[in-house]
């Protein structure tokens, strides 16, 4: 331990420990005194979860070293209020649901008590400003600045404070704005995440990953890195007892890489030790003997016959191919006054949930391997986990902890496993906290796609015909690509009366980062293509792009593109209600000109201009706020 | 010669199945009326952010009679729980939602037997609402820890359980034929941006989103889904590009994979509209995913509504916007040379 004595005052209480030079303010407070409503997102100074006061002044804990701290004032989301209490701007966010996973509100409501002590009069555009440095991916921000400027009100004394409590209850509590229930928690920091969990005796996971996209693996050589002092265990693929796969259709990804590696970032070791600086150093005495083989980058190579094979179970490297068919496509172009081709590309896209993959495994009392994590299927894991290590389902528990942000990229189970093997191996509590760029490289991301669509209609608006064939590079393991795929073919061409479509879609397997499962699920890559094709047909036909849309789609009884008959569909009430709120000018697109009545006006922000926007406060009620 | 600055409008309807795809999806809940007139609902989910422990709260509540802060939920535990499955594929309000409103349907039907006994009343004229039971028709009435204490101290603990099922089929592996859900939603989203003809930056102003959701538990809560997919299809429309070199990613943090922040939002106008579901027990459907759907193709839309070109390839960068633009003058003049 250091010599070095910091004293400084935290929440108002003051504070003397030894610590480690180069330990980080984040640290600190979270590992040293157990303050883990300052939430670590990134490590980097790039999302503001981690952000306290120092001095009375906002910044970024992760980038500051604890030492720095000396003889300060320190103030966390935890010392706003007196235990028990929230302060009206943790209120307001529990009144207007400005939090939803809870994983960046710690240091939002940080941000946002900051922007009112600095200016209580700010406005909009000041308070947007002011939580620039905050990352949120659940909300779309909307509620949180709704909660600063009620706040604002409330504190100035312009609100009373009464509207800060719930609504009454009315006569139902269905279509009741009920306050959430966990918000409390989440707004004063009390929440315990994965990663905020601590175990008595517990040891401290470190992960080897893949540097290479594709490679055999001709020998794994642990014996120094098990020789250091303080670690308890490193495991490979050789400590799977059961049947090595997982996976949320196929089950192709070995708990940590076995022969060979399929893309960068794939785990193939795991240490298990007193601390985590000890894991990390033994990770660096682990000897990995590759042979590289030729990698796949783009799914269109991946199709080519003869291209390399990345799973021998699929020699044509496809995941999944989707084929949906209705009436005759020929007949329908042959018959269509006009036919439009396009090509659409989407992009890969990170989840970028703030809370960071976590979990701690451990094996209890009645010799019951339990793992608690962010998993959004405990269900399914259960059962993976339950063949990978041999072990009767029952004595496999999964407890879901609190999930910092979803959208899909948490169904995965590509951590559970070690944790659990680790915990079996040396009987003591593990815990497994990814860093923000280990989450970006073993994580599933959004599949690319590429859509070729060809479209044939009548002069008067009617389709008469659609070819949609989307390829998505599936990336090194299968995770989500074939539900994926299923979803993307039936709703690719919209919820639109086609008579006769061609649709096939196509998952592919790549040496790239896998994709996998993320809200909308294919979906909002398949209507990119239609919601765009569409808008070029109207433009070639002259039409306005709400009629094209109400001249083809579906109604009460349709039948769907996988000839599904529906009952009651809702898509002429939806257009209409989107099409009066928004005051839609109607013209054919491309010929409505800069020069009319429905922009800029209500429903719309200013435009963002540089210039000081945030005024020098006058101070008059500062010290009211928090 | 176009001005610096251009507005533009587009739209983009969208649909969505909700619960898992192509299969018989199914969970199951625990409820029970508990002392002091609370209630114990136990599941196998917990909160990814979404707001389903307020939802379930509030279906108990309105079921059991009691309040949403009176339920105590249980959740997020496969060896506590039954079987609730996964948190995705907008099936929580669906599949959790409807079965714990079983449960609890389950658990009341147990309180009220006793109840219309011991008051000598057809078990039809109970009601119980936000902590208080009565009969219709009558002036009998009572808290529910009252009728809790009644329910027990005749040998009842009222406890009642639920299984939800919606059914899907798979598809034909040929022609893809199949019914892979029992309830679609619908969605349409209006955008109106700014295109700054010189940088190529576009700012998306305003989001006019309508979308049905069967039915809203938390209208609040249902407005929170749909801005949060919306800024999500925002950032994919416009900046978000995962990027790898030979597998080797190059956006490895916050710095180079960038997603939207405050200065970045557009104001945001939700429209909800209520089609309910004849086969859900609440008559919801669900939310979670669809909002995000138009969004990207209503930003592309008005991109080309503001300057003529369309962007079909995604993200829609200042790079893209400026090299569509240069493609577009390029065409032009020599269209114009040509006459």
Known sequence: MSDFEMELEVNGRKVRRRIEPGQRLLDFLRDDLNLTGTKEGCGAGECGTCSVFVDGKLVKSCLMPAAKAQGTKVETVEGLAKPGELTPVQRAFHKTGASQCGYCIPGMVMAATSALRENPDAGIDEIKERLGGNICRCTGYTKIFEAVELAREVIAGRLNPATLEADPAGESFIGNNVRRLDAPSKVSGRLRYAGDMVMPDMLHMQVLRSPHAHAKIRSIDTSAAEALDGVACVITCDDVPGEDGFGVFVHDQPVMARGKVRHVGEAVAAVAAEDIATARKALKLIRVDYEELPGLFDPEDAMQPGAPVIHDYAPDNIVKHIPVRKGDVEKGFAEADIIVEQTYETQQVEHAYLEPEAGIAYVDADDVVTVISPSQNITHHRHMLAHIIDRPINKVRFIMSPVGGGFGGKEDMIYQGMLALAAMKTHRPVKLVF???????????????????????????????????????????????????????ILSCGPYDIPNVQIDTYGVYTNNTPSGAFRTFGGMQAQFATESHLDICAEKLGLDPFEIRRINMMRDGAVTHTQQKLGSVSLARVLEAAEKASRWEAGPVGQRGPVRGDLGGEGTRQPCTLGSRIKSADGHNKEKVA | MMARRMRGRGVAASWYGIARTATIDRAGAWAELDDGGTAKVVTGVTEIGEGILTLLAQVAAEELGVRPEDVTLGDNDTARSPEAAHAGATRQTYMIGNSVALACRDARAKLFAEIAD?????????????????????NLKMTMEEAVAVCKRRGVVPVGSGSFTAHGTGLDPVDGSGSPWQAYVFGTQVAEVEVDTITGEVQVLGIWAAHDVGRAINPRGVEGQIEGGVVQGLGQALMEDYQLDKGHTTTHGFAKYILPTSLDIPEITSVIVEDRDPLSPLGAKGIGEPALVPTAPAIMNAIHDAIGVRITSLPATPEKVLAALKAKQQSEQQRQAAE
């Open chain 2, 118 to 138: 011991h008051w000598d009343v057809a078990e039809d004229t109970l009601r119980a609402f936000n902590g208080e039971l009565w009969a219709e028709g009558s």
């Open chain 1, 435 to 489: 860093t923000r760029e280990e989450s970006i490289i073993a994580s599933a991301k959004r599949h690319p796609s590429r859509v070729t669509y060809r479209m044939g209609l009548k002069k008067n608006g009617r389709i008469t015909a659609a070819s949609f064939r989307m390829i998505s590079d599936g990336g090194a393991y299968g995770m989500s690509t074939e539900g994926v795929m299923r979803k993307a073919a």
